[in-house]
């Protein structure tokens, strides 16, 4: 079973520029996540999805961030002008649609995308 | 608000040796999960203890869940070279909508 994709792996950029992630979850997997992890701290929750809806996006900074999960499937984020504190690890990770009896909640994580920003 | 407290943040040992990292949350969580991360990769899940009283083992690492005292334990027996790592735990912040809430991160060194 193929895992969480996320593009790209790596980007530089300069304050004030924007900068996009991709994420595509694990086939079936109907809620989406965006985790920002800033070095030497634990991953902090951006966004949730569940399907194409937002779920959760009260830790979204809304003037600089956005996000989006047209069709259910593949999620872009997005930062737009970024800032030297949004230097960190940008982790999508995916989780089966609801809490059944057997469903344990385990979120499944990708690669990561490292921005960094001069 | 849900927080998750982990000690010691930093933890090098020698290998052969026991010790424990400790997972403290603030407020009702039944579900704990914990992950391991390697320089560089992503979130690996080890365990996920969904009950008071869940244990789990695999190979020299053991995690268990106190859901009364709001404490989970990973334990490292015998630590060998391969276990060096930075270790997370997460609770659940919401059980319906599966938000799970990291601790900081404990980043232990294992020492020939």
């Known amino acids: 079973e193929a895992g969480v994709a996320q593009s790209p792996r790596y980007k530089i950029i300069e304050k004030r520029q924007s900068v996009a992630f991709w994420c595509n979850p694990i086939?079936?997997?109907?809620?989406l996540y965006w985790y920002q992890q800033i070095l030497g701290q634990g991953p902090k929750l951006l966004i949730q999805?569940?399907?194409?809806?937002?779920?959760?996006d009260s830790q979204l900074p809304k003037d600089r961030f956005s996000a989006e999960r047209l069709k259910g499937v593949d999620s872009t984020l997005k930062i737009q002008p970024a800032k030297l504190e949004d230097s960190a690890v940008y982790l999508c990770?995916?989780?089966?649609?609801?809490?059944?009896?057997?469903?344990?909640?385990?979120?499944?994580f990708g690669e990561g995308s490292r921005l960094t920003v001069l | 608000e849900l927080k998750v407290e982990q000690n010691p943040l930093f933890l090098s040992m020698q290998e052969g040796k026991n010790y424990t990292i400790y997972c403290n949350y603030s407020?009702?969580?039944?579900?704990l999960y914990w992950y391991r991360q390697d320089p560089g990769k992503s979130l690996e899940s080890l365990f996920v203890?969904?009950?008071?009283?869940a244990v789990k083992q695999e190979g020299r690492l053991m995690a268990s869940l106190d859901t009364k005292a709001r404490l989970s334990t990973l334990h490292i027996t015998a630590a060998v070279h391969d276990l060096s790592a930075t270790y997370f735990c997460?609770?659940?912040?919401?059980?319906?909508?599966?938000?799970?809430?990291f601790g900081q991160g404990t980043r232990l060194t294992i020492n020939p």
């Open positions: 990770a995916s989780s089966p649609r609801s809490i059944k009896r057997l469903n344990t909640g385990e979120l499944f």
């Open positions: 086939s079936g997997h109907a809620t």
């Open positions: 999805f569940q399907n194409n809806g937002v779920v959760d």
């Open positions: 407020t009702t969580s039944d579900r």
């Open positions: 203890l969904l009950s008071n009283g």
């Open positions: 997460a609770a659940s912040r919401d059980m319906g909508a599966q938000k799970l809430v």
